[in-house]
């Protein structure tokens, strides 16, 4: 039907991008991708007509994204070229052609486009090899400045190669190692960045993913430096099975700010007082470095009370950190007390509630509300209603 509707209005559009090198194998994707020589706007309007679906437009990018209610995405966008004034800048765009367009890109395996119009319907355009990659499960930077160009490209290659079972293919490993040490990405924003391990975090973590952060150290855009000796994928192993179950338990965890937290134990809060995230994951991330005494306490016999006192105010990621880095049975047995049986359990009222109502209470109002609470935690008194 696109490419119909481009035959009308003498527009050439294909479909680009990652969403071919899913079908080629054979994966779905819900992302689709669509370029046209020129201005997009004539088919944006009449792509809305015929799908009557909501439209967004944006005048600036020349842009536009149809949304399904199933979740399907079309983009629209003019084929462009992409300048950039340094590394890592925000490119600038000059329209031009299809070639162009996909010689901008980083991989291979998502500079491919299918023509959709009715003469050449269906034509693969594979001007670097993409197929040959695809099939040799290899990534491979389209030209030597790729990741100068755009860095966060060294991130999108990770999740990809982790994802896809591929391999960088050596060159491009090379040139991704060299930019991530060499560069001067000052200008990046961490922001970009954190968008990207955002994303690389989403999924789980794998053996070729800590391999490939091995040999291309992507933190150092960041700033962090890795621990020495840590074994990781032990790490990763027992991080991925407390998340399943933390899930099971329909605890809403943050997971991507906990497979990246395995990475930050040298991170100190005031490194990151100016990125651009929210406060609650700057803590998370910064934990670890802080928490020796913690675990120190933690590695001992502890009753309930002292245990809860001790526990409640960390945020439930920062105790799945000590769960998995500290490395000490009793530490582990602790926590795990603390998040099965006591965490949560809290009287019904608290001094809080007597001041608000004027009442004042003094010391022994304390006690009284210690006693319950030590009571309840044993399970000697419960709630009645
Ligand atoms: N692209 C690029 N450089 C980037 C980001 C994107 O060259 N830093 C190009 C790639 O050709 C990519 C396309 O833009 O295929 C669309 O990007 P995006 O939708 O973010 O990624 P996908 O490849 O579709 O991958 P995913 O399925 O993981 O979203």
Same mark, same amino acid.
Do not use: C
């Given at each position: 039907?696109?490419g119909a509707?481009?035959d009308?209005?003498?527009?050439?559009?294909?479909?680009?991008?990652?969403?071919?090198?899913?079908?080629?194998?054979?994966?779905?994707?819900?992302?689709?991708?669509?370029v046209?020589?020129?201005?997009?706007?004539?088919?944006?309007?009449?792509?809305?007509?015929?799908?009557?679906a909501?439209?967004?437009?944006?005048?600036?990018?020349?842009?536009g994204?149809i949304?399904f209610?199933?979740?399907l995405?079309?983009?629209?966008?003019?084929?462009?070229r992409?300048n950039y004034?340094y590394?890592?800048?925000l490119?600038?765009?000059?329209?031009?052609?299809?070639f162009?367009?996909?010689?901008?890109?980083?991989?291979?395996?998502?500079a491919?486009a299918v023509?959709?119009n009715?003469d050449?319907?269906g034509?693969?355009?594979?001007?670097?090899?993409?197929?040959k990659?695809?099939?040799e499960?290899?990534?491979r930077?389209?030209?030597r400045?790729?990741?100068?160009?755009d860095?966060t490209?060294?991130?999108?290659?990770?999740?990809l190669?982790?994802?896809?079972?591929?391999?960088?293919?050596?060159?491009t490993?090379?040139?991704a190692r060299?930019a991530?040490l060499?560069?001067?990405?000052?200008?990046?924003?961490?922001?970009?960045?954190?968008k990207?391990?955002?994303?690389?975090?989403?999924?789980?973590i794998?053996r070729?993913?800590?391999?490939l952060?091995?040999?291309?150290?992507?933190?150092?855009?960041?700033g962090i430096?890795l621990?020495?000796g840590?074994?990781?994928w032990q790490?990763?192993?027992?991080?991925?099975?407390?998340?399943?179950?933390?899930?099971?338990?329909? @605890?809403?965890? !943050? $997971?991507? =700010?906990?497979? /990246?937290a395995?990475?930050?134990?040298k991170?100190?809060? +005031?490194d *990151?007082?100016?990125?651009?995230?929210k406060?609650r994951?700057?803590d998370i991330l910064?934990f670890?470095?802080?928490a020796?005494?913690?675990?120190e306490?933690?590695?001992?016999?502890?009753?309930d009370?002292?245990?809860?006192?001790?526990?409640?105010? @960390?945020k439930? !990621? $920062?105790? =799945?950190i000590l /769960?998995?880095?500290?490395?000490?049975?009793?530490?582990? +047995?602790? *926590?795990?007390?603390?998040?099965?049986?006591?965490?949560?359990?809290?009287?019904?009222?608290?001094g809080?509630?007597?001041?608000?109502?004027?009442?004042?209470?003094?010391?022994?109002?304390?006690?009284?509300f210690d006693?319950v609470?030590r009571a309840?935690?044993?399970? !000697?008194?419960?709630?009645?209603q």
């Amino acid at each position: 039907e696109i490419g119909a509707i481009a035959d009308k209005s003498q527009i050439r559009a294909y479909l680009i991008g990652g969403i071919i090198r899913d079908l080629l194998l054979g994966k779905g994707n819900n992302d689709i991708d669509i370029v046209v020589d020129g201005n997009p706007v004539e088919l944006i309007k009449q792509l809305s007509d015929f799908f009557s679906a909501k439209v967004l437009y944006n005048e600036q990018f020349k842009t536009g994204s149809i949304k399904f209610a199933d979740g399907l995405n079309i983009d629209l966008a003019g084929t462009r070229r992409e300048n950039y004034h340094y590394p890592g800048a925000l490119p600038e765009v000059t329209e031009t052609n299809i070639f162009e367009d996909l010689f901008r890109r980083d991989y291979t395996i998502n500079a491919l486009a299918v023509a959709l119009n009715s003469d050449k319907w269906g034509r693969m355009i594979d001007y670097f090899g993409g197929q040959k990659d695809l099939a040799e499960k290899k990534l491979r930077a389209l030209h030597r400045f790729s990741f100068l160009d755009d860095p966060t490209r060294v991130i999108r290659g990770i999740r990809l190669a982790s994802r896809l079972k591929f391999d960088f293919e050596k060159e491009t490993e090379d040139l991704a190692r060299e930019a991530v040490l060499a560069g001067d990405f000052s200008r990046l924003t961490s922001e970009r960045i954190i968008k990207e391990l955002e994303l690389l975090f989403a999924e789980k973590i794998n053996r070729r993913l800590l391999g490939l952060i091995k040999n291309i150290p992507v933190f150092k855009l960041l700033g962090i430096e890795l621990a020495e000796g840590v074994d990781y994928w032990q790490q990763s192993t027992r991080l991925e099975s407390w998340l399943e179950y933390l899930k099971e338990k329909n @605890y809403n965890i !943050e $997971e991507w =700010v906990l497979r /990246l937290a395995l990475f930050t134990d040298k991170l100190k809060k +005031k490194d *990151i007082v100016d990125w651009n995230l929210k406060e609650r994951y700057k803590d998370i991330l910064s934990f670890y470095l802080t928490a020796r005494d913690l675990i120190e306490t933690l590695d001992n016999d502890l009753d309930d009370l002292r245990l809860v006192d001790m526990l409640n105010e @960390y945020k439930l !990621e $920062e105790l =799945v950190i000590l /769960l998995v880095k500290s490395g000490k049975v009793m530490v582990e +047995k602790n *926590i795990r007390r603390y998040i099965n049986e006591l965490k949560g359990i809290e009287l019904a009222i608290s001094g809080f509630d007597l001041k608000e109502l004027g009442l004042n209470p003094g010391p022994v109002y304390k006690d009284i509300f210690d006693r319950v609470y030590r009571a309840r935690l044993k399970g !000697e008194v419960s709630t009645h209603q």
